[in-house]
């Protein structure tokens, strides 16, 4: 699944203005709720709310991921902001978050991590978020999400129930690394 796919144009906002991390959190869940991926914004914004709890999703560079599973969410769905001025959101370099991308997925399956995995790779690339900085409306926006995405990824997808099982492991040139994170979703 792509990026450019759960994302649209409505459901961005540029130059945005939040006066804390909760009212960050209140934007971003009506962005997703005008997008009609919500049946229930409260008890989405609750299961946000609930993961914050657990610990801040702001990883650094002024960047946050907030993201929930809830049954309120009727399909996988994408938001995004920018902030005019950051806000604490708790992150561990102690820098403001002014860029955000909220996650919204059905409590079905574990498609919330193939996202979250996909655009953490590209939020890695510092050329990617000052790209999006610099955008001037959500079409820009989306413009180099696709085009980073693309130069990533190519430009069609499959989900993990759509790729062919592989029959052998390949060879491995170097050595293997296994990650282990305590992310609580």
Known sequence: MRIVDLLSRDKIALGAQARDKESAIDLLVDLQAKGGC??????YKKAILAREAQTSTAIEAGIAVPHAKSDCVSAPSLAACILKEGVDYGAMDGQP????????????GDLHLEILSH????????DFSAQL?????????????DKFETAKYGAAQETAEEKPQETSVPAQAGPRILAITACPT
Do not use: G, K, W
């Open 133 to 145: 900085r610099q955008a001037q409306d959500a079409d820009a926006f989306m413009a180099v999400i």
């Open 97 to 108: 978050s002014d860029l955000f991308f909220m996650i919204a997925a059905p409590m079905d």
């Open 119 to 126: 655009l953490m790779v590209l939020l890695m690339d510092p």
């Open 38 to 43: 919500l049946t229930d914004r409260e008890a």
